[in-house]
């Protein structure tokens, strides 16, 4: 007989515990990308600096550093007659 009150507060309990599980994952927020730190150079400084980003724009960063540096090799090997062209000979 002292069973009865038992199982019937473990009955009700039971729907509380599964409706706050249910609840609980509506309010998770999306997981961060982890953040990548390297140390940056600067001219003229003794002093280093660190810069956190996500490694998507870590690697758009390196694109357009690369962009850049093939826009200027064909800028500047079509004004000094072929220095810096970055073209073989086929």
Do not use: Y
């Not at 199982?7 to 729907?15: K, N």
């Not at 998770?28 to 996500?54: D, H, N, Q, V, Y």
């Amino acid at each position: 007989m002292r069973f009865v009150p038992v199982l019937a507060l473990l009955a009700l309990a039971t729907p509380a515990l599964a409706h706050q599980d249910a609840d609980g994952g509506a309010d998770k927020k999306p997981k961060a990308e982890k953040k990548i730190c390297r140390a940056l150079i600067s001219t003229g400084s003794i002093m280093g600096k660190r810069e956190c980003r996500t490694k998507a724009e870590w690697d758009a960063m390196s694109d357009r550093s690369t962009n850049a540096r093939e826009k200027l090799d064909r800028d500047m090997g079509g004004r000094t007659g072929g220095i810096g062209a970055t073209r073989s000979n086929d």
